[in-house]
Nanobody
């Protein structure tokens, strides 16, 4: 099995920055895509950013130019640097990965709260 543990959420004022981290552990033979989703109160979960093993990144339009996703393949860890935060970025942020353990599957973290005050 694969476990994902997130850290780095918290409360920040608008315009501030936070850095999220997510480390995958367990019986892992390979990880393809890693990334972040978020879910705000009363809204559906939405994709924030993804990065594949080759370093190719994808961002949702609302975070382009403000958020940067990166990963450390040797440590099975993905990061999300969030700058110029806005109140509308307030959400629970979930890390995920597409990993090969017993088979290829999607794995999710428990979520970390990000709150941006105006």
């Amino acid at each position: 099995q694969v476990q994902l543990v997130e850290s780095g959420g918290g409360l920040v004022e608008a315009g501030g920055s936070l850095r999220l981290s997510c480390a995958a552990s367990g019986r892992i033979f390979n990880i393809n895509v890693m990334g972040w989703y978020r879910q705000a109160p009363g809204k559906q979960r939405e994709l924030v950013a993804t990065i594949n093993s080759g370093g190719t990144t994808v961002y949702t339009d609302s975070v382009k130019g403000r958020f940067t996703i990166s990963r450390d393949n040797a440590k099975n860890t993905v990061f999300l640097q969030m700058n110029s935060l806005k109140p509308e970025d307030t959400a629970i942020y979930y890390c995920y990965c597409n990993a090969y353990s017993m088979a290829w599957d999607l794995y999710w973290g428990q979520g970390t709260q990000v709150t941006v005050s105006s």
